[in-house]
């Protein structure tokens, strides 16, 4: 099974403030990636596909990158909504597997 | 819009089953594959089967293999999974999801439904 490890699990920010996720594969999985948000009692959200692809209705400011192994999630300037948890996933093999998680907390 | 509602969680006694429904409105069902992901309480997401647009694939995470069966009908739009000889573990919410494909191969979740939550307990 390919392994997702996301970091780092946790992290707090300030409103406008640039924030930085990364996801690492256990093998590499071309750009098969996709993030998704999550809030409370909410269900995911995709935001994110094929590492770099903007899902659409997503604002800019949310970017991601990366290729093979290594991908990384970037929100240009942290806004209230997107205090969340964030979760990649690969899509390259089965069984589909998830990241951890980052929860994305208010500074 | 699209559309994913969840039904047919509940509490059920360890080794008892269930059968979760997922009807789909606002596409056209039968042309995506589609999915199920699930999330133990306070945990993170761990998908569950996926189902190819005819039915004519499934796969599944080895922990569901022999005791989860994913499948669905085109003509109700309906998505399903039988979950039998439940454990514990198996408590979660259990997420209907839609990929976003509609060829050979599936890709990514591009729509969620709201989840139906699953508890096995004595």
């Known amino acids: 099974d390919i392994q997702m490890t996301q970091s780092p699990s946790s992290l707090s920010a300030s409103v406008g403030d640039r924030v930085t996720i990364t996801c690492r594969a256990s093998q590499g999985i071309s750009s098969w990636l996709a993030w998704y948000q999550q809030k409370p009692e909410e269900a995911p959200k995709s935001l994110i596909y094929?590492?770099?692809n903007l899902q659409s209705g997503v604002p800019s400011r949310f970017s991601g990158s990366g290729s093979g192994t290594d991908f990384t999630l970037t929100i240009s300037s942290l806004q209230p909504e997107d205090f969340a948890t964030y979760y990649c996933q690969q899509y390259a093999d089965y069984p589909r597997t998830f990241g951890g998680g980052t929860k994305v907390e208010i500074k | 819009e699209v559309q994913l509602v969840e039904s047919g969680g509940g509490l059920v006694q360890p080794g008892e089953s269930l059968r979760l429904s997922c009807a789909a409105s606002g596409f056209t069902f039968s042309n995506y594959w589609m999915g199920w992901v699930r999330q133990a309480p306070g945990k993170g997401l761990e998908w569950v089967a996926n189902i190819k647009h005819d039915g004519s694939e499934k796969y599944y995470v080895d922990s569901v293999k022999g005791r989860f069966t994913i499948s669905r009908d085109n003509a109700k739009s309906s998505l399903y999974l039988q979950v039998n000889s439940l454990r514990a573990e198996d408590t979660a919410v259990y997420f209907c999801?839609?990929?976003?494909?509609?060829?050979?191969?599936?890709?990514?979740?591009?729509?969620w439904g709201q989840g139906a939550l699953v508890t096995v307990s004595s």
């Open positions: 094929k590492a770099s």
């Open positions: 999801a839609r990929d976003s494909s509609t060829n050979n191969w599936s890709n990514y979740f591009d729509y």
